[in-house]
């Protein structure tokens, strides 16, 4: 979401005639779009600006800006802690930056914009997409669903839906752009469009209406999107990635523990039979169907016991990703203050223990692959080595393959699968 973000702003600044550089040291202003997810996001910022102080004494006409949600949630504290900085903008301020980079042109002063805001941001439409296949779209902003461990709704606000005919128009210019692939963006996406209905109930977001009529874009190849919220996960929703061809067939469903007890104490509102059932749903309707998942390792109470049961899940659901995490305390949740915090080194092993899982999972997944044909959609060449080029399954597994003159980015072509590892498939063109 941050990237997003970040790119919607280069591409308002490059409209306002500004230039993109590579290297900090030409650059006449330095922005640093923040995340308060975890406290080692916002240390790593602080740190980064940090070293900055010395470039400011060489260089001192430069601007530095902190953006997003560090700066929403530490304000004018960011401009004493960190004194080389000179404007502080928070996540519904993000549409006044070109106006803030004037304003300190003109006259230096420190600035710190924190106010929020229910309106849609301007200039979040805006993207860059010289060389892309694939694209984000954010269609909504904030959280409502104040889970106890998570900063983001007292960082971004209530949730707010962008109106469905926006987000296709959008979606239909950066097609016509070139872009054949969409992810679309919203930290309870399942419940896309709720607030604006009287009656919150999850079988009433429009969520699934808007794939419908994104997947009737000429051009576009590939829908995908994160992260939906499983009580928000209705029966529409599992037809329209049935139904809908270019609704890609992985999934990413957090559950953050397989724990009923811990998801209770976290405030998820669902239990793992809730869970589960939406997966059993899926893999009935949509058989090859791959899952990810977020998982959060000590959280408060988290007994061994309640452990296994996230690492049993994790083996019942056979999850072909996941992004797990050590639980971090943040300052202001209701789980910051319970008493019962898990000591380091036990939330250090158990993250161990289920990334070591994952690696054993993936890499048999991968294998079973191998000999196989799959559909990718071709990205380019690959980064460690522009020789080979790099594409994705429907769902959603890196392929390497050696590639030819007829094929270009943005095609739909088939990889025979010859060798994989736990996170890479390679293979030749089937021609
Ligand atoms: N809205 C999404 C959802 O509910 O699934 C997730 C958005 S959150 C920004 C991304 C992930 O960060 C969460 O799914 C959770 O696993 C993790 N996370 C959030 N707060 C955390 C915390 N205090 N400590 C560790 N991980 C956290
Ligand atoms: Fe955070 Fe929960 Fe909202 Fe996701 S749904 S952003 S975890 S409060």
């Known amino acids: 979401m941050n990237e997003r973000d970040s790119e919607a702003m280069a591409a308002v600044l490059l409209e306002k005639g500004h230039e993109i550089v590579t290297d900090e040291k030409t650059a006449d202003v330095l922005l640093f779009n923040t995340c308060s997810v975890r406290d080692s996001a916002e240390r790593k910022a602080v740190g980064k600006v940090g070293i900055l102080k010395r470039l400011k004494k060489i260089k001192p006409d430069i601007f530095i800006g902190i953006l997003g949600c560090m700066a929403q949630r530490k304000g004018d504290e960011l401009l004493k802690e960190l004194p080389h900085v000179d404007f502080v903008l928070g996540t519904d301020q993000l549409g006044r930056l070109p106006e803030v980079i004037e304003k300190e042109t003109k006259k230096r002063e420190k600035i710190s914009y924190t106010e929020t805001n229910s309106d849609i941001i301007q200039g979040l439409g805006h993207h860059l997409i010289k060389n892309k296949t694939s694209e984000f779209i954010s269609i909504m ?83 995908r999107f994160a992260s939906p919220h499983p009580y928000f996960f209705n029966d529409n929703l599992i037809n329209a990635i049935a139904e809908l061809p270019k609704v890609c067939n992985s999934i990413h469903l957090p559950i953050q523990s397989g724990s009923d007890k811990i998801l209770q104490k976290m405030n998820r509102r669902y239990d793992t039979a809730i869970y589960m059932d939406v997966i059993k749903k899926l893999k009935a309707k949509v058989p090859d169907i791959t899952f990810s998942t977020d998982i959060i390792v000590a959280f408060p109470g988290e007994t061994e016991e309640d452990f296994l049961a996230s690492k049993n899940l994790m083996n019942e659901v056979g999850f072909d990703n996941a992004y797990l995490f050590k639980y971090s305390p943040r300052e202001g949740t209701p789980a910051a203050k319970s008493e019962n915090q898990i000591p380091a080194a036990i939330k250090e092993e158990r993250h161990q223990i289920l990334l070591a899982d994952l690696s ?29 080029w790099t594409g994705r399954t429907t769902t959603n597994k890196v392929t390497i393959f050696d590639p030819c003159p007829s094929i270009k980015p943005g095609d739909l072509i088939n990889i025979k699968i010859d060798r994989s590892t736990s996170m890479t498939l390679f293979g030749k063109i089937v021609s």
């Open 141 to 223: 902003r904030g959280c409502d669903m104040f889970c106890a461990y998570c900063i983001v709704p007292y960082v971004r606000g209530r949730e707010k839906s962008r109106p469905q005919d926006e987000i296709v128009n959008e979606a239909k210019k950066i097609v016509r752009l070139g872009i054949k692939e969409i992810t679309l963006l919203g930290q309870n996406i399942s419940a896309y469009g709720l607030n604006q209905r009287t009656n919150i109930r999850p079988e009433n977001s429009p969520f699934a209406e808007l794939l419908y009529k994104l997947n009737n874009i000429d051009g576009l190849k590939r829908i």
């Open 360 to 388: 054993v999972r993936t890499t048999k997944h991968n294998k079973a692959l191998e000999g196989t044909t799959l559909e990718i959609l071709v990205e380019g060449p690959s980064k460690r080595n522009s020789e080979r």
